[in-house]
């Protein structure tokens, strides 16, 4: 088998079987196209071992290169190995398609690494399976981008854990949308921190 399939058309790459895709090295993946990628179909996809995932580059994983059909076909443990870079690389119809087991898979570190605009992709049943390790390593922009439909969905465990910054950054508008549950979960000092603003 020839090691270097970068000359692979996405319809070549689509005729191989689970077993050949499986047997490409992370180097041979990451050699290539981003369109060829596009062919490697779901079941193939999840085939691939942790190494084989976190091999592929970032401009593989974007737009051009795993369609929201293969992503919609990770596996949790394929999301885990998402790396940093890779996740930073998903556009926000990708992480759309994600489903929400892979969301809640996704570590700290990635999930830290989603832009706003991906954030705010994300549906309220991924931000209600979200754990609180996660909703704390949010980084404060995405906390502040979180839509009025996301918001009711954050779990209760976890609002007190948002810092002060983030909580005064809430407009009205996003504060209105924290059901009446949620509200005893505000400390003292976050609502200290509201300054101006009102529940």
Known sequence: MDSRPAGFASAQVAALNTAIVAAFSSAQLQALPTAALAGIATAELNAMTTDQLIGLSSAQIAAKGLTTAQLQGLSTAGAQALTTAQVAAL?????AGMPTADIAALT??????IGTAEMAALSSG??????????????????????????PALSTPAIPLLTTGEVSGFSTAQLAAFTPAQVPAFTTTQLNAL????L
Do not use: F, K, P
């Open 126 to 151: 991924d931000i209600a399976a979200l754990t609180t390790q996660q909703v704390v390593a949010l980084i404060s922009a995405d906390v502040a981008t979180l839509t009025t439909s996301q918001i």
């Open 195 to 198: 300054s101006q603003l009102a």
């Open 108 to 113: 700290t570190a990635a999930l830290q690494a």
């Open 91 to 95: 556009t926000s119809s990708q992480m």
